[in-house]
């Protein structure tokens, strides 16, 4: 046999084994067939159903095409119009920040008081959250640290007045919050208006570093004319630029911009964080004196309680912890109590109201936030009994809330128990030392300094004394009533009033001549002080103490 049949005969031997294998595999799939129909029913009823389903399915095909094609055919035809341009900007701006009713300089009766504000409608920008701000959950302060909360023995908090509500301490600051608070307080388009106008020149003039620069300011903003240079900001060992750029960082957190939060300040007030918290040291100083270290650790302390950012937790608490240090302890016997605070160190011979007034705001601001400020509140509320009566001798015969007038000293010493140096105008540091340390309506001490507030430094005219006046503000906002609605009738426009407007790198700033401290430090640090006060009616809740009507 050849190679070639050898070869036929090989492939006609596979083709075979593979027919008998296909036969195979047929005969079992025929066999499983059949056990198969023989448990199934008739496939006639199948046939049926199936028939069924698609005409079905065929039926709702159809309705939904030529369904959807009519109603597109009923949409009407789409035209192109011209719209007319919007107004300028600019003429609304600097028509929003003028009141159309000049005030008097001299308002000395109630006829004189602007009528309160019942519609207002105010744009407050609401913040919307992204992906990456999850974190940054908006914690306003605990509910329990509203501005008249004070600290009890055991270190519970004790509520004075109406609640905070929910949100807490700074819950008025944005949202349907802010614009209630607006209204119920006496706000005004113009007073919105002329806040964020501040807050835009704040961030025209902001450094590279973060920091407000008292000096050199006017360099780091584009416009023109150029505003002028500011005062020495390092004489007598203070540091001007740390305290500014505290008070900058508090103008947008009073206002609702924080850091974390969607807002279109958040990178300003993030940098202005960041330099704070570069300068402080391990053992957390934000300053060489109280003063500036005390307005630093405050905006700190109320960015942490505003945002429980936890990078800032840490410095906040450092910065509250220097305060407790440097609080002065009684001079008399050995109770240890506390006192209040100087420039610098622990003296109880001099008890700086000024200095003093700032380090308990500060304190407050960590309560807010849940911080430990230890029995430092206790020791101010000594500090605060002692300085009014040594500098009222006759603080007995107060009794009248509607006429009763009281002082307080600039400096008191708890060593001899009396007061250093005695001006009329230190009320005002007393009395919002008084309110954030737990007094109210009723109380004869809170009274009797607003009826002196009301009586001897009522704001006239611009310009004036502006720290004074972020402190008369303040305190009169919280004791509220028929004062506060003469005080707001005036103060309010005023400022507003005061601003420049529309005119380059001076645009939404406040001249510093002749206003006091602002005078010497210059415009960065009067601007901060005008700003803050037309923020009163939403920075903190006001806790519903109020002087008696006047009769």
Known sequence: MSSNEFDEQKDRASEEEVLEGEELLDGEEQEEQEEKDDKEPNGAIGWFI????HALFALIF?????AAKEK??????????????????EDKKDLERTIDNKVEINVATEADVAAPINNLEVPVEEKTETEEDTEAEVNKGREEAVASSEMGSTGAFMAIGAGGGAAGMFGNRSGGGKRRALVKGGGSRASESAVDAALRWFKRHQSPNGMWDT?????NCTETPKCEPGGNANEHGSDANVACTGYAVL????????????NKYKTTVEKGLEYLRSIQTAEGELGPRNYEHAVATMAVAEAYAMTNDAELKGPAQKGLNILMERQAKDGKGDSGGGLGW???GATPSRNDSSVTGWCVMALKSGLAGGLNVGNSMEGAKNWLEKAWKASNPDWQKLTDPYTAMSGFPYCYDAVADKIDEHEPTRMCMGALCAVFLGHHSGDIMLD?????IMAKNFIKGYPTNTYYMYYNTLAVFQAGGAHWEKWNGTCRDVIVNAQRKGDGCFDGSWDPQGTGPSDKIGRVLNTAFCCLSLEVYYRYKQVGAKVPPAK
Do not use: W
């Open 50 to 53: 199936s028939i069924g389903m």
């Open 62 to 66: 159809y309705y939904a095409v030529f």
């Open 72 to 89: 597109d055919q009923e949409l009407p035809p789409m035209r192109v119009t011209t719209i007319d341009p919007p107004p300028k900007k």
């Open 215 to 219: 000096e050199k300011y006017p360099v």
């Open 251 to 262: 103008c947008f957190l009073g206002a609702g911009y924080d850091h974390k939060t969607p």
């Open 342 to 344: 100087n420039y610098k």
């Open 448 to 452: 009797s300094m607003i009826n002196a």
